[in-house]
Nanobody, 116 residues
Framework: QVQLVESGGGLVQPGGSLRVSCAASGFTFRLYAMSWYRRAPGKERELVAHITTTGGTTTYADSVKGRFTISRDNAKKTVYLQMNSLKPEDTAVYYC?????????WGQGTQVTVSS
């Protein structure tokens, strides 16, 4: 059974940093690209960052470029999202995602709140 378990969310002040993690199981992690999405209150879910199988290529939403870094550890079957210079508009539930055979799989999400 495919499982994606996010962790590391929390409350942080504007300008602060946070790292969220996603532990994967139930599929051959090293063979699949991974993504982070987020859903802010009252908004559609949006793609935040994407990383290829070896981590050689990463892409980011314009709104987080230069502030967020996606990475992965294939030995640990974990993907990370390092978030720096956080802004109140980054407040959202952050979800890990993988596409297997055309099917999107999601974790339960982790809440990130940026507020003073």
């Amino acid at each position: 059974q495919v499982q994606l378990v996010e962790s590391g969310g929390g409350l942080v002040q504007p300008g602060g940093s946070l790292r969220v993690s996603c532990a994967a199981s139930g599929f051959t992690f090293r063979l699949y690209a991974m993504s982070w999405y987020r859903r802010a209150p009252g908004k559609e879910r949006e793609l935040v960052a994407h990383i290829t199988t070896t981590g050689g290529t990463t892409t980011y939403a314009d709104s987080v470029k230069g502030r967020f870094t996606i990475s992965r550890d294939n030995a640990k079957k974990t993907v990370y999202l390092q978030m720096n210079s956080l802004k109140p508009e980054d407040t959202a539930v952050y979800y890990c995602n993988v596409i297997l055979g055309g099917t999107h799989w999601w974790g339960q999400g982790t809440q990130v709140t940026v507020s003073s």
